[in-house]
DNA sequence: CACCCTAGAGTGAACGTTCACATGGTGTCA
DNA sequence: TGACACCATGTGAACGTTCACTCTAGGGTG
């Protein structure tokens, strides 16, 4: 029991073999359950296991078999609900696999975030899943064909090798959101953009502004972007409904955006959703608390999460596809009091 | 350069070493930054680094030296404003130290939390800073003095040895809401617990229920319990509204909780905040966009994460302080609408 | 010219595990 | 009773690093 850095020192397999009087051998044997132990053997190594407070390496252990049980996870920022739940789920799903989540956040200033991917993998993950935010595709194949392990990529829908990718059908839901606006008579939808996530935002802005131009006579919506939080939603939103008067419905591309709408609308004396509707995405838990309640795009975040680290089991079982593979999973439109 | 089970093989420091024709050795010496190597070998084998994408493993490298470079944080809900906040703060200060942060949710269900702590120590980190949400002291005590590495404690005020606890001052808390309460002309206060955390919860219902008396003629404030969710908060309050029709006040206990206090209210017909006025804790940034507005007890997250980091950092580098250390922070009261 | 010093580089051991194989003892059956 | 299977356990090597040494060649000093 040689003396850590930090001071207090942890006993070894070799301490515990010791005071069970076997090999160290052995004891790994009872550690993983294998079946040809002497019952009365178990039983000491166990008791000796106890009586030393005795905690296997897991880096030492990985070194050896390869296998760390422990996959990672990267966003660019935890707090937003998407992110957040998706973190959430992926937990879950690990820790019920037997398998850990080292989850980072992403850092633009580190090469746009390929730094921060790189590091976790020096961390030994088995796997890497990550929202790709400011990352090129032909980026992600680099970094995949040079990870030596499973890569997931949740949230832009990509057919890159070596990488499965989880996203929403964002035609889908660009059309559930155009359909729903133009049925209740808005004309002329602007688009509030995120500028901080550019991967999921464009797809959605190409969507969007398909579905506008399929179903209105507007060729274009008029878009700013700004930073995903509500004061910034709500500075953007006044910009728009300031320089388009005729806007009658915003769209935001996260909840925290769109309630910074219903802010900005409150602010120059428009009603919602009579002046103008409000629409944003997410499906966030604090939607039914705005006034009026804020109609969303409601993704499966957990369902997404779990599909992310099966993804990745998976491929570390039966070994990753080398043809890119996409996952689509269907938004649904929450109607409130918003639209 | 052999195969991993997940199919892709990677290079390590002897294939470098190999390609810059040295040993491994003066690798070693060329990753760490050591003086004493020629300049056209550190050329070399920089160039050998990058034509075979070399990426070092921290594991065996945390083997041999006993360090990580690797903080584990586990709370209970990372989509908890607060919890979230502070995994985001840590996670910063980590990553500008040099060091990675490995979150986990704890699991209830998993001895209370325990068995997931002890997994992260497994891990092999350098320090665990976490809420401990439903463990006892003693039980903190223990995991501290087998753990072998610092611990830091975020939420509960406690002289435990060996641990470092940051916390707000809960008393402070109290008496800012009780007293802006009172001076607002309330007196029936109603206290809406959070079922889920009662590490947090204890010490800010003792807290609370000393203000009531100090401030009121009440003695003891009505109370109600439930999950910390919107819902939750929204059945527990209309419980508490209807059992006690004389309460002018309710205090959530976190923001989630006073949110559904207000739709409560809003079911019930009753004004915010002229006759039932509600505060929440946490600060959240979703409390602007209630109807009205929340009031809230502002506590700094990212500062006490700061201070989680910095305190392991200190404990790493100087010793864990063996009579257990309190760090106290000041809240605020940040008065909107609702009060 | 003998001496020592130093810069630059290399070698064996160790970190805490598991894997593949070896060993010895016991039981079974012809 | 011998051959063989099989159960319980032990041993050496390996995983990819770094640490504490050692070694070598060259240069400066008296």
């Excluded at 580190?110 to 993950?125: I, K, Y």
């Excluded at 990352?135 to 990509?158: W, Y």
């Excluded at 409150?266 to 109609?295: K, M, Q, W």
Aim: net charge negative; hydrophobic share 40%.
């Amino acid at each position: 029991m040689k003396e850590r850095p930090s001071g207090i020192d942890r006993p070894t397999i070799i301490d515990v073999a010791e005071v069970a009087d076997v090999s160290r051998q052995t004891v790994s044997r009872v550690l993983s359950d294998h079946p040809r132990v002497a019952p009365a053997t178990r039983r000491r190594v166990k008791e000796a296991i106890e009586k030393l407070g005795y905690r296997p390496n897991r880096m030492a252990r990985a070194l050896v078999t390869r296998t760390s049980l422990t996959f990672g996870f990267a966003a660019v920022d935890m707090r937003n609900s998407h992110f957040g739940d998706t973190c959430s789920g992926m937990q879950a799903a690990a820790r019920e696999h037997g398998y850990y989540l080292v989850v980072t956040e992403l850092d633009f200033n580190d090469d746009r975030g390929m730094g921060t991917l790189e590091t976790l993998l020096t961390l030994g993950v088995d796997g890497v899943a990550f929202f790709p935010s400011f990352l090129e595709d032909t980026e992600i194949e680099l970094f995949a064909a040079t990870s030596g392990c499973p890569v997931v990529m949740i949230g832009r829908e990509s057919k890159i090798p070596n990488v499965v990718s989880i996203a929403i059908d964002e035609t889908r839901a660009a059309d559930l959101i155009v359909d729903h606006l133009v049925d209740t008579r808005k004309r002329h939808i602007g688009i509030l953009m995120n500028e901080m996530f550019p991967d999921i935002v464009h797809e959605r802005f190409v969507a969007l502004q398909r579905a506008v131009a399929n179903r209105t006579e507007v060729a274009r919506s008029p878009v700013v972007a700004d930073h995903p939080k509500i004061s910034h939603g709500r500075d953007a939103a006044t910009r728009l409904l300031q320089k388009h008067p005729d806007v009658d419905a915003v769209v935001g591309f996260n909840d925290t955006m769109a309630m910074g709408a219903l802010l900005a609308c409150h602010d120059l004396g428009l009603r919602v959703p009579e002046d103008v509707a409000v629409v944003g995405y997410d499906g966030s838990p604090f939607g039914v608390i705005t006034n009026p309640p804020l109609t969303t795009i409601v993704q499966d975040s957990i369902g997404m999460a779990d599909a992310a680290f099966k993804a990745l089991l998976s491929c570390v079982e039966e070994g990753t596809p080398s043809e890119g593979e996409v996952l689509l999973w269907q938004p649904e439109l929450l109607v409130r009091g918003s639209t």
